[in-house]
């Protein structure tokens, strides 16, 4: 397929999104519409892929990388400019072109791969990729002449009333024989109601030039373009549905697909369970035989197998295998919980590594902290971390033991066996083995409650 070339338009706005944020960039499953216009252009194996940029072309590129040539249109004169610019940019060899618009993510491979073969084996100018809408509504119309044959497209500002009642739709996805469709550019005119160059008439352009002109119908399900937040909305539940097949046809459970919220490409291992309200999302990958409760979010996370996490919040965190975490946990970026970790209820973390067997049970904040294996920490303990000024790092040896209620005012260095006594504030180093307690001695008033109630009323205290 080397001599097949895509380009694909993506330099206008999107008025109808009513967004500072160009259109295709707007996000469906964790990624940005055109995403998954690539990825099928990628899965009918095409590689010479030419994006038509305009409107935050800088953030277009920035989002998609180096990886695809760009060609700038600058103003944003209709399809039909947009594809003129993008054809001297197409390597020479390519005769044979797709054109799709970055704003119809659900097309599916099988159908750009069915809409090229069509076009060759009628050796027409084009191939359009049209569907049948019950609304067709704001769609090009295919117009056929009597014999049925494809005449023309007719935009729905430019239909008269009885074109609008026609409900066989252009998807904006076509197949190309390129020396034909470098002629025809060349004769468009922005003679029409919007004063744009419409790529629609190349049909006409190329049925009066005597070539022929096929057309492919795709379902209406993989063919609707975007073009409202309402329209986003509804592709977001069907990538969302899709991502979630994908998961269960390799082994994973979903107690309820409807509500559990997977980002494109993320991975999870066979036999985890995933209950409903969970969010799994960006670069997010989840081993086998976990459980994912109810409420978690996992944010760029990497867990490994049988790792619990109930009801918890997980940013740009890793858990080695055996980890339980939460319920209502909240890891911050740069957690690192080594094997069989357990972080309970309450407990919040920042820029932290966590040893092998080592628990944080219950109601604590830890930061900038490297905690060593088998250590135990306190309910309530907290790494006093930040002093107004800069942050300061903890670090906590093997096998040490924090008294609940905890302030370990960093910099400090707690050394391995090391035991700090319960509501202790830790300012200097703990050495190796040793007790550090820093509490004032409790004192003991005794019958002291009952002399009080005896003084208030005044009475004396009677003998013995
Ligand atoms: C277009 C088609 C219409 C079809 C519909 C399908 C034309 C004239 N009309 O209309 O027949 O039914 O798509 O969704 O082609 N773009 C550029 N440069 C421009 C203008 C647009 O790159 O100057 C890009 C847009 O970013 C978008 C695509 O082309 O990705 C389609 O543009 P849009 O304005 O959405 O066209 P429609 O009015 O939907
Ligand atoms: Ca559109």
């Known amino acids: 397929m080397s001599s097949t070339a895509a380009v694909i338009l993506a330099a206008g706005q999107g008025k109808r999104m009513k967004s500072a944020l160009p259109k295709v960039l707007h996000c469906c499953a964790g990624a940005p ?271 490994g197998n049988g790792v619990t996490v109930q009801s918890s919040l997980l940013i740009r965190s890793t858990a080695g295998d055996g980890c339980q975490i939460g319920p209502f946990a909240y890891l911050r970026p740069g957690t690192e919980l080594a094997l069989g970790v357990k972080v309970g209820d309450f407990v919040e973390l920042k820029q932290t590594q966590v040893g092998p067997g080592s628990k944080i049970p219950h109601l604590s904040y830890v930061g900038d902290t490297v905690i060593g294996a088998g250590v135990n920490i306190g309910a309530g303990t907290i790494t006093c971390n930040f002093d107004g000024i800069g942050k300061h790092r903890t670090q906590i040896g093997d096998g040490a033991f924090i008294g609940s209620n905890t302030n370990l005012v960093a910099p400090v260095i707690i050394g391995s066996e090391a035991v700090t006594g319960a509501g202790s504030t830790i300012t200097e180093d703990v050495p190796e083995g040793s007790l550090a307690v820093e509490r004032s001695h409790q004192t003991v008033v005794l019958g002291w409650r009952r002399k009080r109630m005896l003084d208030a009323s005044g009475q004396k205290p009677e003998k013995g």
């Not at 060899?93 to 069915?114: A, N, Q």
């Not at 295919?142 to 497209?153: C, E, K, M």
């Not at 034909?180 to 919007?194: G, I, M």
């Open 33 to 303: 519409l055109i995403r998954y216009v690539l990825d099928a252009v990628a899965a009918a194996g095409i590689t010479e892929v030419v994006i038509v940029i305009g409107t935050g072309a800088a953030l277009v590129r920035e989002a998609l990388g180096d990886g695809y040539r760009y060609v700038l249109q600058e103003p944003q004169r209709g399809t039909g400019d947009a594809v003129a610019r993008a054809l001297p940019q197409v390597a020479p060899d390519c005769r044979d072109l797709l054109v799709l618009c970055g704003d119809t993510p659900l097309l599916t491979p099988g159908s750009l791969t069915r809409l090229l073969a069509t076009r060759r084996e009628a050796s027409a100018g084009a191939c359009i990729l049209s569907s049948i809408f019950d609304d067709p509504s704001g769609y090009g119309r295919i117009v056929r002449d009597p014999s049925g044959l494809v005449a023309a497209i007719v935009e729905d500002g430019d239909a008269t009333p009885a074109q609008k009642e026609i409900k066989e739709i252009n998807t904006g996805t076509y197949s190309f024989d390129r020396a034909a469709l470098e002629e025809a550019v060349t004769e468009l005119s922005p003679d029409n109601n919007q004063g744009e160059y419409y790529l629609t008439d190349v049909i006409g352009l190329l049925r009066r030039a005597g070539r022929a002109v096929a057309a492919l119908t795709a379902p209406s399900a993989e063919t609707a373009g975007i073009n409202t937040r309402r329209e986003l909305a509804a592709a977001e539940r069907i990538f969302r549905q899709r991502e979630c097949e994908r998961l269960m046809d390799a082994g994973v459970t979903i107690i309820d697909p409807a509500v559990t919220y997977i980002d494109r490409g993320v991975e999870v291992g066979r036999d985890t369970v995933i209950y409903p309200f969970c969010f799994l999302e960006g670069v997010t990958r989840v081993g086998a035989d976990c459980v994912i409760g109810s409420g978690t979010r996992l944010v760029d996370t990497t867990l």
